[in-house]
């Protein structure tokens, strides 16, 4: 046996700019790897591969394959267990359909409806033009010159440049984010809490929320056995938070919200969980999603301060994400950032509790959910440790600078008296009135359906009904090996084209089931669709009666 | 004691739509937390923080400030262990002295340089038109009506744009990656490689190289004590490898590239590194650079093909970080794709080594940083991983969409007969013509100075020279409990301004020196660069005598 070293190889030889010394022949020797017998290969910049040749080529890849370094069984047994079911099985069996459609397959319906994500743009709703006037602006600086892009615009796009490396969006910026755009996040901040003062040092910009999440719980994970970390979070829960736990071989601690009553959030549900968890873990993180997220509700007031209270007496690290702070609908709801009442509770907390709060360019008004911009406010973090977070941020160097430009328009929208004004305000509210008119009415329709129970969505975009399963139904999913609630998402999708996530993969009380659906979809859309719902609600209940 | 409730929170209560229930005040009972006395809450949406309040919340915080959750002790230990070099202490140290020249301290300088990342819009590389353009129309549609914007461009922007959810940058794509946008690169890489056959369906999109080689070893890595996951890396590498490693908690496993013959790749050491590592870890991974990054060597075919059947042999999975692929300068040199290689090296290899290659928009003659662009091409893998990666993308939900619009330009610029071909031409070839001068420029000059050698750049855009560092001198960076060649590099950038990244950041042999510089500034401006390296080097070798 000898080295295989191809026609190619032995014809280029090494150059004069080569930078490979000898291979060694004595240590290659007893290597295998002759070439098998009839395959052409080609010649550096002449041959082309002909049709014939990727076929012979794919015939050999069958007999030739050997086992896999990376399978199943040797990878990565944390990233194994991640599970994300917003765009999991069910997503992946939507696009199956879509291709089925594409080659003329017929179904029960033409197209399919992908009400499983919070994805406004692709449901239609069109972007704010100031924004995207700014974004372009500093993508092609040219066209500050144009007469055609009012100069309100102009003017922010000229700061955000000002701020960039060589005036461009290409170059990398601090990894904490541009300072003038964390200048206005921070100006935000303070104007959003009543003048709650903001520290842009303690303000970070991220690819999303998702990054900024995952940072901080990256950077919060440490133990092993008994003393691993522990992170408590809602259940039902936005999947990112479980699939971060699990990456991080970290130990997820479930509460539970209180379907009974409109998913609120207890504290004594909070302590019994705690409790639990320190007999097998060191609980050390407490995650907060409000509005919340699939459940849609608006913590009061009161409910944040027993949080706080109870984060500060138990030493717990806070994490609020707050990315649907813009989406608030019912009457006699409000927004009330963690920080805000932090700060009203006093310096005993102000001082001491830490906390991380994340915002977002993808949900809101704006829907940017492509831009990938986000902020997360840390506040109380050891010095030490903002070294170490800055540090692991460094790593990936900076966020997209197009979303952080994007970012900084949301917090920085025009202002009474700019050019923009009026037209920023009729498109932000068109958005903002509309979603609360279909929050009330997806609850009016999804409750007027036998067996479909729905609490309000007082803010978000989802509504996350419960469902009555029938026990036949149940026994059938289970002869599926699938969970009932997904067994019946699938049905759904089957049917009628409309793709929603079931309860299970957000976690939910042992026996109930749920579905997460977006309100997104264009007011008539969206009617026609929860009645094609209801529709096939009922005769599922009729099927498995 | 009593449970403190804020006065606002008094004020507050619990109104219709509240969504939190009872606090359960028997279970709170015993809890302290009594606000300081004379600390003002401010009632929610009326109260000002005045910034006597604010000195006051300060003053307290001293106080009342208790031990943090989140500390180095209590911190993710994989985390603490990161290390990056390139935004590291050195540039930490710049930053202040940029804010020391601000306030108007005097230095012997007047602006730091920072020579110490490849940032080519930073040190004045303007964008490339053609791809800004594209961007700009994706982003507000409105410009496809403009006069002012070629019709290559708009083509171009109405393919991306059909790609995506509601036609608009800010949906989410496919956690993949724009399905015209994998096309386009699978394209481009039959192109680049004479024709050898890709799969759309092997591409992912990513967030920068960066996020593609870190998600590929999160999946990659496995197993505790001995049977832990070996990475083997260049030394001197790029330190998102040690870093990612050191996050992962996998093993580095070092190979030694040879300084004395062009920083070239020695199967023999290869083999050498991974014998020893299979004493105390399942080395699986081997990492290459090509063209190298920080050294600047071009592999040549026949190293490829020795390291390839290495691979082959010993069952390691392959990642070839080929960022710098179009920043090629050297006579004799040519970048060939490990993609490329293993096809000509038939059907045994090209069907069995699991390679994944990456590259990105930050690099080459673009340098678009900013945007976060990049692609991978991930071959030969099993399909049940397949699965599981793309699962843990879309966890992240998907890459930033005007860096995977920034990306297609990139694999899919103008062609002949296009209005804007010679313009693109012509801005392409002036950038990377520059590079090549600043190349050869850098290491004639480099190599003139006593105490200083510095190999052919090659490719890439960095010089590594190795710097003789006098005995005294390295006693003295002891003294300050420092690398000596950080030592050396503190003092160019307190004495000159000019900001580059020691080799100890890299790895380099025991008793060896070096430090990155790019060669990315405009010409001019190097050469005075460079000339003031000299002046230093010459001052230090006397100062340290």
Redesign the interface.
């Known amino acids: 046996m000898h080295?295989?070293?191809?026609a190619?190889?032995r014809a280029?030889?090494?150059?004069?700019?080569?930078?490979?010394?000898?291979?060694?022949e004595e240590?290659?020797r007893g290597?295998?790897?002759?070439?098998?017998r009839g395959?052409r290969?080609?010649r550096?910049?002449?041959?082309?591969?002909s049709s014939a040749a990727?076929a012979?080529?794919v015939k050999?890849?069958e007999k030739?394959?050997?086992e896999?370094?990376?399978?199943?069984e040797?990878?990565?047994?944390q990233?194994?267990a991640?599970?994300?079911a917003?765009?999991?099985p069910i997503a992946h069996k939507a696009g199956e359909i879509e291709k089925e459609l594409r080659k003329g397959i017929k179904k029960p319906f033409t197209e399919v409806i992908k009400a499983n994500?919070g994805?406004?743009?692709?449901?239609?709703?069109r972007?704010i033009t100031f924004l995207?006037?700014v974004?372009?602006l500093c993508?092609?600086p040219n066209?500050l010159d144009?007469p055609?892009f009012p100069e309100d615009a102009k003017k922010r796009a000229r700061r955000i440049l000002q701020g960039?490396?060589?005036n461009?969006?290409?170059?990398?910026?601090a990894?904490q984010g541009i300072n003038c755009i964390r200048e206005d996040v921070a100006s935000y901040i303070e104007r959003r809490d009543?003048?709650?003062?903001a520290d842009p040092d303690n303000i970070y910009l991220t690819?999303?929320a998702?990054?900024g999440i995952?940072s901080i719980l990256?950077?919060?994970?440490?133990g092993g056995g008994k003393s691993r970390t522990g992170v408590m979070i809602p259940i039902p829960q936005y999947?990112?938070y479980s699939?971060?736990i699990s990456?991080?071989d970290a130990i997820q601690v479930n509460y539970y919200l209180?379907e009974e009553?409109?998913?609120?959030?207890?504290?004594?549900e909070l302590?019994r969980s705690l409790n639990e968890a320190k007999g097998y873990c060191n609980p050390?993180v407490l995650c907060i999603i409000n509005p919340?997220n699939p459940t849609g509700?608006?913590?009061?007031?009161?409910?944040?301060?027993?949080v706080i209270?109870f984060a500060?007496?138990e030493?717990?690290?806070l994490l609020a994400d707050e990315v649907y702070q813009d989406n608030v609908y019912?009457?006699?709801?409000q927004f009330?950032s963690f920080k805000?009442?932090l700060?009203?509770?006093?310096?005993?907390?102000?001082?001491?509790v830490?906390l991380a709060s994340f915002h977002s360019t993808s949900k809101g008004y704006?829907?940017?959910?492509?831009?990938?911009g986000g902020y997360m406010e840390v506040l109380?973090?050891?010095p030490?440790?903002k070294g170490?977070l800055v540090?692991?941020l460094?790593?990936?160097?900076?966020?997209?600078?197009?979303?952080q430009a994007a970012m900084d328009i949301v917090v920085n929208p025009p202002v009474p008296g700019e050019e923009s004004y009026s037209q920023f305000i009729k498109e932000k509210e068109s958005v903002l009135n509309n979603l609360a008119k279909k929050a009330k009415m997806t609850e009016d329709m999804f409750n007027k359906v036998p067996g479909i129970h729905c609490n309000?969505l007082?803010g978000a975009m989802y509504a996350f009904p419960r469902i009555f399963m029938p026990s036949k139904a149940i026994e059938e999913a289970k002869a599926h090996k699938m969970a009932p609630d997904m067994f019946y998402c699938m049905k759904l999708l089957e049917e009628t084209g409309i793709c929603v996530v079931p309860g299970s993969g957000f976690g939910q009380r042992e026996g109930t089931y749920h579905f997460r659906i977006t309100i997104l979809p264009q007011i008539d859309k969206l009617k026609i669709l929860l009645e094609k719902v209801k529709d096939f609600h009922m005769k599922f209940l009729e099927k498995y009666a």
């Open positions: 080295r295989f070293v191809s190619a190889g280029a030889g090494r150059g004069p700019g080569s930078c490979c010394r000898g291979a060694g240590a290659l290597a295998v790897g002759r070439p098998p395959v290969l080609p550096e910049g002449t041959a082309r591969w990727k012979s080529a050999i890849s030739a394959s050997r896999k370094i990376l399978t199943l040797s990878m990565n047994p990233v194994k991640v599970e994300y917003v765009r999991g994500i994805d406004a743009h692709a449901m239609g709703q972007p995207r006037q974004v372009a993508t092609y066209l144009s055609s960039c490396g060589g461009s969006l290409g170059a990398y910026t990894s009543g003048g709650v003062p690819t999303g998702s990054d995952a990256k950077i919060l994970v440490s999947p990112l699939a971060a990456e991080l209180d009553n409109c998913w609120s959030l207890d504290v004594n302590r050390k919340g509700q608006v913590q009061s007031r009161k409910c944040i301060e027993d209270h500060w007496e030493k717990l690290f019912s009457e006699g709801c009330h805000k009442i700060y009203e509770m006093g310096p005993e907390y102000s001082n001491n830490e704006m829907g940017e959910c492509g831009y990938r109380n973090l050891h030490d440790i170490q540090k692991l460094s790593v990936r160097l900076c966020p997209p600078v197009s979303g309000p007082q």
